[in-house]
């Protein structure tokens, strides 16, 4: 049981992950709250419906599809929403704007594709695997090692390439990433596209395993997401990972141990908890203001 | 030809005139500098050099191309590195890839080949760390390469704020304060260093600088500022007799 539970609980974890990752990487670099980061993702999962069902791709196909889509939406939402914003008015601004956005995304998808809940044709195979005592089926793994792929090719990114050490520079000082010659607005937008790519990879992946395609189911997932980042310490990379796995945890956890009604409040109260303790996260610094 | 010229530079904030109608020429390889009392207008003036600020009059010329409202990663591409007053170094990247971020500003290879990894990008990356570990022995920071920059001493990290601006390949560096926290030794170090740039390395060199005898002795020419207005400029010896500078800057003692 337990065990089973852990499983699960890794599996959720392991998306809320994906999304965070999204939420903490532009954090880090414009310390922007991406509000409609959770509508990034739902476009992702009706992006690969989409694909599916209309276009009759394979299911590899329509996520990375979705993957593409997404990339060019975040990038898209980034020019015409933030960035003219960047630099001439205050950050409450750009979080002002970030909330339109995710109104506007949500209620377009509503017009789009009505409120009733869609589904993925039979795309993965029904298939259940046992192991000892544990059971646990095809798409659960698959989640488990698509973001696992996706996390490590996103840290040797950000640590090797040019790109990412890029990125780092411009999350430590965007003013001396400027004039180290750095087309900082192409950082930034490259950010929002791996960020978005990945919430849309999430998206797919949770709409298959859930059966469940719906314009609101951004909301949740984002909040739930943003949780993490800040549990894990919203501006760190690993720090999203690790949020997400353990909010993922410890939300199955407490669905198994204590009542399945207790889900979203475990989630809500591990983030006040946070904020009222280590207010940095797991992996956050304390940054202490110069006075 | 001047390498930068400005001409009728002013900077207002909301009301405030940080700056007000000032014209300087700096002249190919000189070691300029600029001094004037707290308040006076001179990091501003960095920062529109460097395109931080549009200025509000008047033009910026580099090698004879106006550069007003050039984007300030352009203006880094074009060959104007600078160096802070308070240093920025990106802390938590090691002292290496500090100056190598610096090399990637300037390098050909485009977005794309450095995520692919690409055979030519490869080759540009091996060269890129071959000049980036040249600039750190220059500047005495070869043994320290792989540390975090936030590790470094004071002084240590004001020769990395140096190296990296190097690692831009600039016509024109521009020091903020150099020297400050320095002890003697070091100082006399960084007068050496900054020599040793403009001769070898054939950049043009314009500081701001609160220590007179640093400014005194290595620059060729000084350009004096106070509450924005330039009210003298000239050779050490003009600008240590000259009235105007005594009364305001100098004081009466010098």
């Not at chain 1, 599916?52 to 980034?78: D, K, Q, R, T, W």
């Not at chain 2, 590195?81 to 170094?89: C, G, K, P, V, Y």
Request: proline share 2%.
């Amino acid at each position: 049981m337990f065990w089973e539970q852990l499983l699960n609980g890794l599996t959720l974890g392991s998306t809320y992950a994906l999304i965070a990752l999204g939420y903490t990487m532009v954090y880090g670099i414009v310390q922007l709250i991406n509000f409609a980061h959770g509508e990034i993702y739902m476009f992702g999962a009706f992006a690969g419906l989409f694909l599916v069902s209309f276009c009759g791709v394979n299911i590899v196909l329509a996520l990375l599809g979705a993957m593409a889509f997404c990339m060019l939406l975040g990038m898209l939402i980034e020019r015409i929403a933030y960035r003219p914003l960047r630099g001439k008015s205050s950050r409450l601004s750009a979080l002002i704007s970030a909330i339109g956005v995710s109104i506007f995304l949500s209620t377009l998808m509503v017009l789009l594709a009505e409120t009733n809940t869609r589904r993925y044709p039979d795309v993965v195979p029904n298939h259940s695997f046992h192991l000892g005592s544990l059971d646990f089926s095809l798409m659960q793994i698959i989640i488990l090692l698509f973001s696992a792929v996706l996390m490590v090719g996103l840290q040797l990114m950000v640590q090797k390439t040019r790109i990412g050490k890029a990125m780092r520079a411009c999350s430590q000082d965007l003013d001396a990433a400027y004039l180290m010659g750095i087309n900082v607005n192409r950082v930034i937008s490259f950010t929002f596209a791996v960020g978005s790519a990945l919430a849309a990879a999430g998206g797919v992946m949770v709409a298959i395993y859930y059966n469940a395609v719906w314009p609101y189911m951004g909301t949740m997932a984002g909040l739930k997401a943003f949780s993490a980042a800040v549990l894990g310490g919203i501006g760190s990379i690993p720090g999203a990972m690790i949020g997400g796995l353990s909010l993922g945890v410890l939300e199955i956890m407490g669905v198994a141990y204590l009542s399945s009604s207790y889900k979203d409040a475990i989630a809500f109260g591990i983030l006040i908890l946070v904020l009222l303790i280590r207010p940095q996260g797991l992996l956050g610094q304390k940054i202490s203001k110069k006075v | 030809m001047p390498v930068l010229s400005l001409e009728n530079i002013s900077q207002e904030f909301g009301g405030l005139r940080a700056l007000d109608a000032v014209n300087i020429d700096v002249a190919e390889l000189a070691i300029f500098g600029i001094i004037g009392p707290n308040g006076a207008g001179k990091t501003t003036l960095f920062n529109i050099i460097t395109g931080f600020y549009v200025p509000t009059e008047g033009s910026l010329i580099f090698q004879g191309r106006n550069v007003n409202g050039v984007a300030t990663h352009s203006i880094a591409r074009l060959g104007i590195a600078r160096t802070f007053q308070n240093i920025r170094l990106f802390n938590k990247l090691s002292v290496l890839d500090n100056v190598r971020i610096g090399c990637h500003g300037v390098s050909k290879c485009g977005f794309f080949s450095s995520l692919l990894g690409l055979p030519a990008m490869l080759r540009e990356e091996k060269q890129i760390k071959e000049e980036a570990v040249r600039l750190l022995a220059l500047v005495g920071l070869y043994e320290k390469r792989q540390e975090y920059a936030e590790n470094l001493a004071y002084g240590e990290q004001r020769k990395l704020e140096i190296a990296r601006a190097l690692a831009l390949k600039p016509s024109l560096l521009l020091l903020d304060e150099p020297a400050a926290g320095m002890n003697t030794g070091e100082k006399a170090e960084l007068m050496d260093l900054i020599r040793e740039i403009r001769q070898d390395m054939k950049i043009t060199i314009l500081l701001v600088e609160h220590d007179m005898n640093l400014v005194m002795n290595i620059c060729e020419r000084i350009a004096v500022l106070d509450y924005g207005r330039k009210i003298a400029e000239g050779s050490p010896f003009e600008i240590k007799s000259d009235e105007r500078v005594i009364q305001s800057y100098l004081g009466a003692g010098a």
